[in-house]
């Protein structure tokens, strides 16, 4: 399935800088290594945003609900 209205995704600079490109937060610290190997990096997020927005209009599978809602996933290539 497609995710309605995947253009309009709000993707906020802190889920971005503070937790996928932290070495310091207690979850996204095992996923910062990933994202630099790919050459991003906090200096440098928009980049990251971008490509995530370039995927979005993927396939979605849907996974588990948590506290925040529906959890879907979207495969992508992030280059």
Do not use: C
């Amino acid at each position: 399935m497609i995710l309605l209205n995947f253009e309009k995704a709000i993707i906020p600079k802190e889920k971005l800088v503070d937790y996928l490109l932290s070495e310091t937060h207690a979850i996204g610290q095992f996923k910062v290594k990933f994202f630099l190997s790919l050459g991003y990096s906090t200096g440098i997020w928009e980049r990251l945003e971008q490509d995530i927005r370039s995927i979005l209009g993927n396939n979605a599978v849907e996974k588990e609900q948590s506290e925040y809602g529906q959890k879907y996933e979207v495969s992508g290539e992030l280059t």
